[in-house]
């Protein structure tokens, strides 16, 4: 049988397009990396979060549906909105990224970014890009989107040309349905979307690293019919930690990842 993220998607049944039925949940190959929860925090339920990030002490959030989609700023600790501001009703906010004192947001299916000042959140500029927007984030120079298929895309931040392109692979086969995107000290961590997985990517080759597996982060008895999947990544720089969350999720969980010796990757 088939897993049960893959079956969620009629007729899209595969996230690699080369996998079989019994490869399809370990397409990737795992380094044996595990976690450690480090604190947990409220987060707004009614919050369908696109793309997460934290900066400078304070959190980020971009938020979809149409009718409800924002950028807010959040107080960590306690879950509270400080400030927000609202897309056009017929508008679907997706991936964020903060770049200088910027902040860009892009959209599901309506070809437009928006470009906010990150203080005030007041929106100085927009952007038009071709195909969906899913996943955004930076690398100090590009800004990096996803579009729910295999290729990233690396954009300049004032003219928004595409500079390159990659394909993510995992032992081969293009990786699908790369979401939520976070530069993490030279890696691109991703939530694959409608699974319980993060991939730690290679941003010269698009190589996968490793999977994480997510799939008890969030206990099954605080999960409503409303709850929805994993999304949302965000990095603190100063404890090294991760902040992962999903859509509707009442929680945001600080993790400390505990590589294995010799993984040679950033630590």
């Not at 993510?168 to 030279?186: A, C, F, K, Q």
Request: net charge neutral; with cysteine.
């Amino acid at each position: 049988m088939a897993p049960a993220f893959l079956t969620r998607f009629p007729g899209r049944r595969w996230i690699c397009a080369a996998a079989t039925a019994a490869s399809a949940i370990t397409c990737g190959r795992r380094t044996g990396s595990t976690f450690a929860v480090v604190s947990r925090f409220p987060h707004d339920t009614s919050a369908y979060t696109q793309g997460l990030l934290y900066s400078g002490g304070v959190l980020f959030e971009s938020t979809g549906l149409y009718g409800h989609s924002q950028v807010r700023r959040v107080e960590l600790t306690t879950g509270r909105v400080l400030a927000s501001v609202s897309l056009p009703a017929d508008h679907f906010g997706e991936g964020l990224a903060l770049l200088g004192e910027r902040l860009y947001q892009l959209t599901w299916k309506e070809q437009v970014g928006y470009v906010y000042d990150a203080t005030t959140l007041a929106r100085v500029d927009s952007f038009t890009y071709h195909g969906q927007g899913w996943g955004l984030t930076t690398d100090g120079s590009s800004l990096i989107m996803s579009d729910g298929s295999a290729t990233l895309r690396f954009l300049d931040p004032g003219s928004f040309r595409v500079r390159r392109e990659i394909t993510v692979r995992d032992r081969g086969s293009p990786l699908l349905w790369i979401n939520e995107l976070e530069y993490v000290r030279g890696e691109l961590f991703a939530n694959i979307y409608q699974s319980d997985w993060v991939v730690r990517i290679d941003p010269g080759t698009g190589q996968v690293r490793e999977w994480l597996d997510l799939a008890r982060l969030l206990p099954a008895r605080e999960r409503t019919p409303g709850t929805d999947v994993l999304n949302g990544i965000a990095y603190d720089q100063d404890t090294g930690n991760l902040l992962v969350t999903g859509k509707r999720w009442p929680a945001i969980f600080e993790l400390h990842l505990q590589r294995p010796p010799g993984d040679g990757t950033p630590q």
